[in-house]
Each structure stands twice: as C-alpha cells, then as structure tokens.
C-alpha cells in the first residue's frame, strides 16, 4: 500500500497530457501553496532565489507542456549569446548581422510549429499538389517568449538596454513562471532591473495581488467557463442548428467569454508576480469602455499591442514618419500581421485586416470631424456603443473555424430572427444570461470604485485576507466545469 502511494505521488509530479498544469486547475492552488511556502526559504539571498525561481518556473512549464519546455531554454540560450555579441561589437555589418541572426532563428522556430502546415496548404491550393501536413503541437507559449526574446535583442542592438552577464538571470527573466504561456508580454526593461533587488514583499504587494489573483479566478472559472461551456461553445461549433437570436447573443456571450478568460489569466499571473515581489505591468483596462477603435487597442491587451506599436509598427515600418498614405498603409500592415500572430488561418488575418481598416477610419473620422463634434457624455456612449459592436463584429471571424461559419452565423442574425422563440431562449439560458449580466457590469463599474475596493483589500488583517480568497476559491469551485476548460490564448 505504501508503494502504491508513493507511485501515486512519483506520477502526479510527471507531466500528465490530460491534466496539465494550467492556474485555473484544481492542483495548482496546492502547487502554488506549495511554492510559495518553499520560496520563502530560498528568499534570503538573491541568487538562492533566482535558481529557485527559475528551476520552478521551468518545472511549472514541464507539467504544463512536457519536454517543450527545451524550446524556451533553447531560445535564451541563443539570445542570450547573441545580445552579448551584439553589446560588445562596434556598429557596422558584423553587429546587423548578429541581430539578423537572432531575428531570423526566433522566427524560424516560431513559424516551424506554428505556420508549416498553413503555408503547406497554400502551396497545394496553388499547385493543386498533395504534400502531406506535418500536424507538428504548437509548444505552449511560444508566441509569447519569442517577443520577449526579439524585444530583449532589438533593444540591446538599440543601446535601451544593457545584455544581462549571468544565464540565468536570463533564462530566469524568459522563464517566469506567472507570464509564460500567455504572457503579458513583458520587456526587458521593465524587468531586469527587478532580478538584483533585496527580496521584499510590501503590504502594498500583498493586497494587489489577492485582489488581481480573485478577480482573475471570478473571471476564468465563474464567468467565462460558465458562459463558455453552456452556451457560446454550442452555438459556434453549430451556428446553422439555431436562430438568430441564439447567435448574436453567443455573439456577445463570447466577447464576455474572451475578455474575461484573457484577462482573468492576466490579473492572476501579475497578482502572484506580486505575491513573490515583482511587478508586471497591467494588460487590459476595461477594454469595452473605449470609445473608438484606437482607444481599445490602448486598453486590450495592452503589452502585444505596445509591442506592435514600438517594433512593428514604428521601428521597421516607420510609424507615421513617412506621410499620411504610408501610416495608413503602416497601420494595415501592423494588424493584419498583429493578426496572424494568433494563429496560422485566414480567420485571424481577415480580423487583423478589419481591425487594421478601422484604425485607419478612425484616423480619417477625427481628422474631418475632430474640430467641430463635442466630447460630453452623449457622444462618448455613442462612440461606446458603435466600438463594441464592432468589435463584437469582427470576433465571430476570431472565433469561428471557416469563413463558412463566420458567414452562416452572420446571415442567421440578419436574416433568421424568430420572434416567437425569444421566451423560451431565454428560458432555457436563464443562468447563463444572469451571468453574462453580471460579467458586463462588472466590466463597466467605474475605474474610481475598483481602485477604492482595492485600498480596502490593502487594508484589511492578514487573516481577513485569507478567509476572502478561501471563500472565493469556494464560489468558484461551484461553478467549475466537469471538463476542464484550456485558456483560449493557450492556443496561440
């Protein structure tokens, strides 16, 4: 009996395919208590706790991904060599070429797993030829460290940064556990100089982070799981079974389910970032608040979108630098491969191209208009209203699978409502629209109220603290599916 257990606990530590490692699993909150008991012991002195910190973080990835986790070591190792070369070498062909080198290698192992078989598929469409797919897993995350990677390099060719001497400080900044399958994306600048600092945790820290990690577990597993299990899942993987009715209402469901899946990941990995005692910076800010399409991509994810805007869009396309056709044509570019950075399919390049053209209107409306239209409160809930839906709009390409069902699910909410279904639809989906309700006022309280419930978290006893995450843990393995429910932006 004792060996059976101890065979028990030597397999839970090994990476299981169908239950792996993910924030919102029930083993993680013991895996984290676990952590965050043993952290403390290896707090007293940096360098103890970078090689902890780092050996845990890769452990965490290994029970989430399996042997992936070689890739993101494979990736620093390069980097890490590469900016060193980069620092010390002189301007001129050697120091562009190194910088090339790291580029393309990011790139290459990035589009190997991610994009083969897209561009396979496109040659047999062309040719009419039959080369096989090679169906290769996308290792988890790497969108993500491959911009922090790329980031970290152009900024040491750039002189914004100075290259790290240790490997595993570097290895530690590119493995941190809390952002590393779905980020926020983290810069380099902004991280580093937290590695050298006196392990402290403030009171501060303390109650940040037991707000952001609850409020990211009532998003995950009480709102979107909810929403997504019951409801928006059936009609997007059959919108010709259903009416109109049902379809733009998964419509909307699923801008709650993405928003609060995203997002409640986000807050969760800058909150326990907080618990060990470093900082991530925000990455959304009540996105479906904003009152134009450029004022969204200010508030949704906000650390791809900066990256786009610093790397992409400014460094090599040259911003607005370079006249008023150009930036529109630079914003385009910008989306449509901000786009295709979440996946190898037409569907999230035709979002990228829609989101792309509406930043362009956007620029276009407030050079014509800007002057002479008001800003009260009227025309900003217009200006709400009009975003929302479009956005909403151009989810129904992000979400579905085909063009097909885009334009199936499109036509049966222009051209199939039926009246008489509306009563017994909302019926049938009772609890799923309490929730949804709950999700978007929860999403529309003002930003004041959630800063002062914040202060009051800060305040409150140590044992007031806990007793309020255990009773949120509790609600929130109420509503917890029976099949666990993978973070959307694990895919990309």
Known sequence: MQDFDFKRLFESLLYNEKYPLMFNSGFFLFFFCLFLMTYFLFSKTNKARIYFLTFFSLYFFYKACNWYV?????????DFKLSNYIYILPVGFKRKLMLWTSIFLNLLLLFTFKYTDFFIGIMNDVSHSNINFFKLALPVGISFYTFENLSYTLDVYDNKVKPLNKFIDYLFFLS???????????????FLPQIQKKPFVTKQQVG??????????????????????????????NPGMHTGIECLMAVYGYAMVI?????????????????????????????YQSGSITEFWKRWHISLSSWLKDYLYIRWLGGNRKGKIRTKINLIITMLLGG?????????????????TALVVDKIWNNITGKFIPK??????????ITFHFVCFCWIFFRSTTFANSWLLIDKIVNQFKPY?????????????????IGFFLHFIPSQIEEWYKRFL???????????????????????????????????
């Not at 409160?377 to 709400?384: D, K, N, P, T």
């Not at 995450?469 to 929130?476: E, G, H, K, N, V």
Request: with cysteine; charged share 10%; hydrophobic share 55%.
């Open 70 to 78: 070689g890739f993101i070591i494979l990736a620093a190792i390069i």
């Open 208 to 237: 940040e982070g037991l707000y952001l990690i609850t409020a990211g577990v009532i998003k995950k597993v009480i709102i979107s799981d909810y929403i997504n299990a019951n409801f928006v899942r059936v009609i997007f993987d």
């Open 176 to 190: 941190f556990f809390p952002k590393l399958m779905m980020g926020p994306i983290v810069r380099a600048k902004d």
């Open 259 to 287: 928003y609060c899946d995203f997002s409640g990941y986000s807050d969760m990995a800058i909150g326990m970032a907080k618990w060990i005692g470093f900082e991530i910076n925000v990455n959304f800010l009540s996105p």
């Open 376 to 385: 009260n409160w009227v025309v900003r809930i217009i200006g709400v209203l």
């Open 340 to 356: 295709f950075w979440h996946g190898a399919s037409w569907n999230f390049i035709f979002w990228g191209g829609l989101h792309g």
């Open 421 to 437: 279904s509306y009563q017994e639809f909302f019926n049938n989906y009772f609890s799923v629209f309490v929730i949804l309700g």
């Open 458 to 492: 800060v305040q409150t006893p140590l044992v007031v603290k806990i007793l309020y995450l255990f009773i949120c843990i509790f609600i929130a393995i109420q509503f917890k599916q029976a099949d666990a429910i993978k973070p959307i932006y694990l895919q990309f």
